[in-house]
C-alpha cells in the first residue's frame, strides 16, 4: 500500500475525553474514530490489526480441535427466559421490539445459543467438541470509556467445550488454558492468569487473564513470595485471631450523635474497636433487599456480594429506602431482631462474639453481640476486599494490589444450560447424561488495545510484528528526486515478493512529519530512502522498538530484513 492512496488519517493531538493511552495513540494514528460512546468504526490500519489478533486465536483454537462456527446476534427473548438470564443480565442486556411485537435481546454472549445446538448430540460419541466463532456482541454499558477498553458493541471469540464428564470438562479447560497462554505471547503481551468470579454466566473454576495497566479497571492481588494470583473479586487474605473474651449478654447502650466506626471506636475503645464492630450495609440486588455484614474495619467487595446473593446487579440503598427498611439512619444499623431481610455475614465474623452494632435506632447500639446467637444470618461469605499488605492465605507472603486489563477469561460452566435447553446425551449404558460444558471468551478489540497499553513509549505505538497493520515502512526523503524513488519502487516491490507486508510512503510532505507519523504508528521497522543514501548505496533502517538505527547497503536490505520479520511473525 502507498501512504499518498491511503486512508490513514493522523492526528497531532489526542480527543478532550481521552485518559488511557491506547485510546489516545488509536486515535492520533487513524485506526479508530468514535461513532458515539461505545461504539467505534475501525480504519484501515485498525482493522488489519484486529484482523491479524482474530487470525492469531483461530489458529490456536483450531490447533485445539476447535470447530468455527457464525451464529445470530439477534435472539428471541424467550431463549434468554428459559435460562433464567432475562432479568438476570438487568439493563446490561439490549432489549427491542419487532414489528410484529415480537421481544428480542442483542446476544451479550452466546451461552443459550449453542446449548440450544447442542441439543442435537445424542451419544457419547459424539463428544467431545469445541464450538467457537467470533462475532459481534452487544452490552448496554452505562458508562463506556478508555477507547476499546470499555465499549458497547465489540468483537468477542466465544467458544465452548461439550463434555461427557467433569473429567473431560477438566481436559478441554486445560486445552484452553494452554491455547490462551499461546495466543498472548504471539500477540505480545505478559497475560497472567488469576483466579476470578464467573459472575451472571454461573460456573465453578474460572480464570481470567489480565496485562498490568494503569489504564485497567480490574484490581489483580498478587503475592510477593508464592504463585497465589486472584482479581480482588476473588481475592481473600489470611487474618489474625482475636480474643474477643468471655461470651456476654446482649445489652443496649446510648451513643448519641456517634453515626461512623471511627467515633464510636474512640468513645467507646473498651468494646467498640472498629475490628469488634459489625458493620451493616444495605443493599439492592436484583431489586430485592439485603443487609451485608462485616467486621467495621473492613471494606465490602460488591461483586462478591452478587455471587454471594445469586445476583447480577446490586446497588447501595438511598438514605429514604435505609429509613423506611430499618427505622434508622446509617450509622445506627444492625441485624438484631431482623427477620424479614435476607442477611449475609462475611466469614471473618463467624465464630466471633462480644461484637458492637447498630441497635436499629438512631443513636443506639447493642454491645455483647454473637453473631451466630443473636443474628438470623441467612447466607456466610467471603465478602470483604483484600487490602494492599495483608497476607497471603497460602504462604503468609505480602499481598499486592495492582490494576489490569482483563482481556480473556475461561471458567467450567457445568450443565446449567445443557439442562435448561435439553442437551443430554446417552452413555455407554443408554443412560442420559446433560452435557457438561466450559466457555472461553477473548476480546479483540480489547485485545488490541492492551497491546498497545503495553507497548508504547512517548512517540507513539511500538506494535509487535505479529499483529502491526504493516511488518515494515518505506519512508522516502524526496519523492520527487527520481533516482530516490526508483529505489523507493523496487524496494517496494522487492519486499512485497518476499512476502513482507509494505506501506510506502510516498507523501509530498516534510521529512519531520513523515517521521513523527511513522513513530506514531508503530510499524515495527522502517526504512529511510533519500537522496544521499541512494548515492552512497544505503538506506537507514530504524527497528521502532528503542528507535536503533543502521545503515544497510540497498543490495541486502531486503533479505536481512525478510528474514528477521519472518523471525518475528510468530510472536513467540
Known amino acids: 500500500m502507498r501512504w499518498s492512496q491511503a486512508f490513514i488519517p493522523t492526528l497531532r493531538e489526542p480527543p478532550a475525553d481521552a485518559e488511557a493511552v491506547s485510546h489516545k495513540l488509536l486515535v492520533r494514528g ?4 468514535q461513532l458515539a460512546a461505545g461504539s467505534y468504526s475501525l480504519l484501515p490500519l485498525g482493522q488489519r490489526v484486529r484482523l491479524k489478533v482474530g487470525q492469531i486465536i483461530r489458529e490456536e483454537i483450531d490447533a485445539i480441535g476447535g470447530q468455527e462456527l457464525m451464529l445470530p446476534t439477534l435472539h428471541p427473548a424467550e431463549i434468554w427466559r428459559k435460562s433464567n438470564r432475562y432479568e438476570l443480565m438487568g439493563d446490561n442486556l439490549f432489549k427491542l421490539e419487532d414489528r410484529r411485537g415480537g421481544e428480542l435481546v442483542l446476544g451479550m454472549t452466546e451461552e443459550e445459543i449453542f446449548a440450544m445446538l447442542a441439543g442435537e448430540l445424542f451419544s457419547y460419541r459424539d463428544l467431545p467438541q469445541i464450538w467457537y466463532q467470533m462475532h459481534i456482541k452487544f452490552r448496554d454499558e ?10 458497547r458493541e465489540f468483537t468477542m471469540k466465544d467458544s465452548y467445550t461439550l463434555d461427557i464428564d467433569p473429567p473431560g470438562l477438566d481436559s478441554g479447560f486445560d486445552k484452553h488454558y494452554g491455547a490462551y497462554r499461546r495466543i498472548f505471547a504471539r500477540m505480545g503481551v505478559d497475560a497472567v492468569d488469576v483466579q476470578a468470579s464467573s459472575g451472571a454466566m454461573g460456573g465453578s473454576e474460572s480464570r481470567e487473564f489480565v496485562v498490568r495497566s494503569q489504564a485497567g479497571e480490574d484490581w489483580i492481588v498478587t503475592c510477593a513470595t508464592c504463585d497465589y494470583r486472584a482479581n480482588v473479586e476473588k481475592a ?32 467507646h475503645p473498651d468494646v467498640a474497636a472498629p475490628e469488634r464492630q459489625i458493620k451493616t450495609l444495605v443493599y439492592f440486588v436484583d431489586d430485592e433487599p439485603v443487609l451485608a455484614l462485616l467486621r467495621g474495619d473492613h471494606d465490602l467487595q460488591e461483586q462478591k456480594l452478587m455471587d454471594a446473593a445469586g445476583a447480577a446487579e446490586g446497588r447501595p440503598a438511598q438514605a429514604a429506602e435505609i429509613r423506611e427498611l430499618m427505622g434508622a439512619d446509617p450509622g445506627s444499623l444492625g441485624a438484631v431482631g431482623v427477620d424479614e431481610i435476607r442477611v449475609i455475614a462475611d466469614l471473618a465474623l463467624m465464630s466471633r462474639r462480644n461484637l458492637t452494632t447498630g441497635a436499629n435506632q438512631d443513636d443506639w447500639h447493642f454491645s455483647g453481640v454473637d453473631p451466630e446467637r443473636d443474628l438470623k444470618i441467612g447466607t456466610w461469605a467471603d465478602l470483604r476486599e483484600v487490602a494492599s499488605g495483608e497476607r497471603c492465605v497460602e504462604d503468609g507472603g505480602s499481598l499486592e494490589r495492582w490494576k489490569g486489563i482483563e482481556v480473556g477469561h475461561i471458567f467450567k460452566l457445568g450443565t446449567k444450560y445443557s439442562e435448561a435447553f435439553g442437551a443430554y446425551v446417552q452413555d455407554e449404558a443408554g443412560k442420559s447424561h446433560p452435557i457438561v460444558m466450559g466457555s472461553y471468551g477473548i476480546g479483540l478489540e480489547r485485545g488490541m488495545a492492551a497491546v498497545v497499553e503495553a507497548n508504547n513509549d512517548d512517540k507513539g505505538i511500538v506494535w509487535p510484528v505479529s499483529v502491526a497493520p504493516y511488518e515494515l515502512l518505506i519512508t522516502v526523503i524526496r519523492p520527487d528526486d527520481e533516482a530516490t524513488m526508483a529505489v523507493a519502487n523496487r524496494l517496494f516491490d522487492d519486499f512485497d515478493s518476499a512476502g513482507v507486508e509494505t506501506l510506502l510512503d510516498d507523501r509530498e510532505e516534510r521529512p519531520g512529519v513523515k517521521f513523527a507519523d511513522a513513530e506514531l504508528i508503530g510499524i515495527p521497522y522502517r526504512v529511510t530512502v533519500g537522496p544521499k543514501g541512494v548515492a552512497s548505496g544505503s538506506v537507514e533502517v530504524t527497528e521502532r522498538e528503542g528507535l536503533v538505527r543502521s545503515d544497510v547497503a540497498v543490495d541486502t536490505v531486503v533479505a536481512s530484513l525478510a528474514e528477521r520479520i519472518s523471525a518475528a511473525r510468530s510472536g513467540i
Open 30 to 33: 487513524g485506526f479508530i474514530r
Open 142 to 151: 452505562p458508562r463506556p470509556k478508555s477507547g476499546l477498553l470499555r465499549m
Open 236 to 267: 481473600t487474605s489470611a487474618l489474625d485471631e482475636i480474643d474477643d473474651g468471655d461470651p456476654a449478654d446482649l445489652e443496649r447502650f446510648p451513643t448519641p450523635g456517634l453515626r461512623t466506626i471511627a467515633a464510636l471506636a474512640e468513645a
